[in-house]
């Protein structure tokens, strides 16, 4: 069964600094893998979704990393502000388009 | 751009009283996932339907069913509510044959049950 976890559960920086969220899986047979964002109580929000053939993603500050054969991808937030304070969760995409999630990286960005 | 919808946002309801989510997916989009968020827990997969018929079935309890209809929205009906089923459940619908099989999410109904 695959399981996926984040790396550090929470996170605390100052704003300015770069964001660095790990996420590793068991199973390297995933179909894609999407990283979202969460606001306490709201919805999932879609950040980046990296194909199995791809390496990396990029969209304006964030930078997502996949490595299937070592089950990790790792997502990049450049020049931190507080409106990134968030849960950053990862998501493998199995069959059918089924998402297996991780628990989540809770982030504050301090002023 | 059109969003996946959900609805209610908000539903409260009594323990053994029936609940029915719906969600209605983007446009074109053939697929549709169900999901629960427990506090402070990642989302689990419940079900999920392709063209109208159930494709997947995760940890949906037997209290619950859904199913999608000719217009492609689907209903999550729960019955027999129970205090643990207080939860916030996202739909999410994706169109196949597209290569990135991106999910798009709904902002989620949020249930809760005294």
């Known amino acids: 069964k695959q399981e996926v976890t984040q790396i550090p559960a929470a996170l605390s920086v100052p704003e300015g600094e770069n964001l660095v969220l790990n996420c590793s899986f068991t199973?390297?047979?995933?179909?894609?893998l999407q990283w979202f964002r969460q606001d306490p109580g709201k919805g999932l929000t879609s950040l980046l979704l990296?194909?199995?053939?791809?390496r990396e993603q990029t969209s304006g500050r964030l930078n997502a990393s996949l490595d299937k054969s070592s089950g990790r991808s790792t997502l990049y937030i450049a020049a931190s502000q507080p409106g990134d304070s968030a849960t950053y969760l990862c998501?493998?995409?199995?069959?059918?388009?089924?998402?297996?999630f991780g628990a989540g990286t809770q982030v504050v960005v301090t002023p | 751009a059109a969003g996946v919808i959900q609805s209610p946002r908000h539903l409260i309801k009594e323990k053994r009283e029936t609940a029915t989510l719906k969600c209605y997916p983007i446009?074109?989009?053939?697929?549709v996932y169900w999901y629960q968020q427990g506090p402070g827990q990642d989302p689990q997969f419940l079900i999920s339907?392709?063209?109208?018929?159930?494709?997947d079935k995760g940890s949906i309890p037997d209290r619950f069913s859904a199913q999608q209809f000719s217009d492609y929205h689907s209903e999550l009906n729960m019955s027999s509510l129970e205090l643990g089923d207080s939860a916030l459940y996202f739909c999410?619908?994706?169109?196949?044959?597209?290569?990135?099989?991106?999910?798009?999410f709904g902002e989620g109904s949020r249930l809760t049950v005294l």
């Open positions: 446009p074109r989009h053939d697929t």
């Open positions: 998501a493998v995409i199995e069959t059918w388009g089924k998402l297996q």
């Open positions: 199973d390297s047979a995933i179909y894609n």
């Open positions: 990296i194909q199995s053939s791809q």
């Open positions: 999410a619908s994706r169109r196949t044959g597209v290569n990135t099989g991106e999910l798009f």
């Open positions: 339907f392709y063209e109208k018929m159930q494709s």
